[in-house]
């Protein structure tokens, strides 16, 4: 398809797992966003891609929470040690470039700390 | 401290009337504000998005007014269909934050036939 791709659609784990989630932006999208919904929540940014740019990781929870994206294009989204608190809708999004324009997102991966 | 508020939790509107969904900011810096739709176990889709230089952006049954000195965005549909019926977002961004979008807590509309 040509939207934003996410895998896995669900992830349940045990608390102290690592877990990866993976996105795959609209082709051509400079830009890709992470953000995250806890039940009852808005979206809470998490950290931001532009090009070659080195990532925005201000809105990162903990050092337990890390991202790359290779290449420009898909990007991984790693989690070490999951908490309870860690589960959420990890939602990726991608614009065509930086600033104002339309962010465009996946269905996200559903993160069940157990 | 939330920037971004949508004070109704829910909106309840009959089919064919209008639904006004309303958000608030905090920062006048924000210059980008975007309306989202989500359905259960999708992610949120694009609406409509204006910048700080207008007051009033339209598209189809959507607009989207924003009035600058109240902090205050609204969302306009008209008329109201069923299909309607999901959760929006209200989102605001600013230039120095390079694309980084703020959302609001969201407000949940039924539309009934």
């Known amino acids: 398809g040509a939207g934003v791709s996410q895998s896995p659609s669900n992830k349940v784990t045990e608390k102290g797992k690592d877990v990866e989630l993976r996105c795959d932006p609209i082709s051509g999208h400079t830009a890709l966003y992470w953000y995250r919904q806890s039940l009852g929540q808005g979206l809470e940014f998490l950290i931001y891609f532009q090009g070659n740019s080195a990532p925005d990781k201000s809105g990162l929870p903990s050092d337990r929470f890390s991202a790359e994206r290779t290449g420009g294009s898909v990007s991984t989204l790693t989690i070490q040690r999951t908490q309870q608190e860690d589960s959420a809708v990890y939602l990726c999004?991608?614009?065509?470039?930086?600033?104002?324009?339309?962010?465009?997102f996946g269905d996200g991966t559903r993160l069940s700390i157990l | 401290d939330q920037q971004v508020k949508q004070n109704s939790p829910s909106l309840s509107v009959q089919e064919g009337r209008i639904s006004i969904l309303n958000c608030d900011y905090t920062?006048?810096?924000?210059?980008?504000f975007l309306w989202y739709k989500k359905y259960p176990a999708e992610g949120p889709t694009f609406l409509i998005s204006i910048s700080s230089i207008k007051d009033k952006n339209e598209d189809g049954r959507f607009t989207v007014f924003l009035n600058k000195s109240a902090k205050h965005l609204s969302l306009h549909i008209v008329p109201s269909q069923p299909g309607d019926s999901a959760v929006y977002f209200c989102a605001v961004g600013d230039g120095t934050s390079y694309g980084k979008l703020t959302f609001g807590q969201g407000t949940i509309l039924t539309v009934h036939p």
């Open positions: 920062n006048s810096m924000f210059d980008y």
């Open positions: 999004a991608s614009s065509l470039y930086r600033g104002n324009q339309p962010q465009h």
